[in-house]
């Protein structure tokens, strides 16, 4: 028997744009549990009086696109907020991106934007979305990076840096390497073995800048965004 191909939804993504500029997307952050589209096509009673063995026959009619919708972890003033806020009453390009890089994309009306704020809980919203016209799912595509990678930390012998991958669209595996600028030319080296979320400087790196360098990928494609350099290591103290 088969491996199983069942994945999770982890990783997933949802933006939208305005139809004007349909490649503009914003990117909702701390959103979970999305509900694709979900169409119902009508089956209008076509029968008459000589329909045969006196049977009710049927046709196929308009088919309604339904409604898509995802949960949210709800930061009131968020830039995610105020996005949604100020998609009341306009049509928006949305995209869902699963982790295997398939998109599915449909022109949508934000029908609902209901927040709830317990008194101990997170606050959360319910987003619901009314489609219009018929959905696209696409073929795998190439991992995007929507939010780059950041360092924290002091770049400094001995100081742990530490690293935020950022977000990323259609990647199912991340791959972390740290780099150097050796001779203050902006062309990086790997560090030989850094390959986890956390580097600490060595006095080598004295007067390198260091940055971090991701591929995202998924079975087909993959994509490498580098993150902002830190300033140059210092030596110990």
């Known amino acids: 028997m088969p491996d199983t191909e069942a994945g999770l939804g982890y990783g997933s993504v949802f933006e939208m744009a305005d139809l004007a500029t349909p490649t503009v997307f914003t990117y909702i952050a701390e959103a979970y549990n999305f509900t694709p589209p979900s169409e119902t096509t009508d089956t209008p009673d076509a029968t008459h009086f000589q329909s045969p ?9 308009l088919t ?21 806020i100020a998609a009341k009453g306009k049509r928006k390009w949305c995209r869902f991106t699963f982790p295997n890089g398939v998109q599915v994309m ?36 190439a991992p995007r990076n929507l939010v780059a990678a950041a360092i924290a930390g002091t770049a400094q012998v001995g100081a742990p840096l530490t690293v935020d991958p950022g977000v990323w669209a259609g990647a199912l595996d991340l791959a972390i390497k740290w780099q150097k600028d050796n ?42 965004a580098n993150s902002a350099a830190t300033a140059a290591v210092i030596a110990a103290a």
Do not use: C, H
Not at 110 to 121: A, M, T
Not at 123 to 136: C, L, R, Y
Not at 197 to 209: R, W
């Open 106 to 141: 449909f022109t949508g009306l934000r029908q609902g934007y209901e927040k709830s704020v317990p008194n101990d809980d997170k606050m959360t919203a319910t987003v619901t979305w009314k489609v219009s016209g018929d959905p696209i799912q696409t073929d795998p595509t």
């Open 53 to 61: 063995n006196r049977t009710r026959e049927f046709i196929e009619g």
């Open 183 to 224: 001779a203050g030319d902006g062309n990086f080296a790997d560090i030989a073995g850094a390959t986890g979320t956390a580097y600490v400087p060595v006095a080598d790196d004295v007067g390198d800048e260091i940055r971090v360098s991701i591929t995202g990928s998924n079975d087909d494609f993959s994509t490498t």
């Open 64 to 84: 309604d696109p339904g409604e898509a919708s995802f949960e949210m972890n709800l930061v009131p003033g968020s830039a995610s907020d105020k996005a949604l």
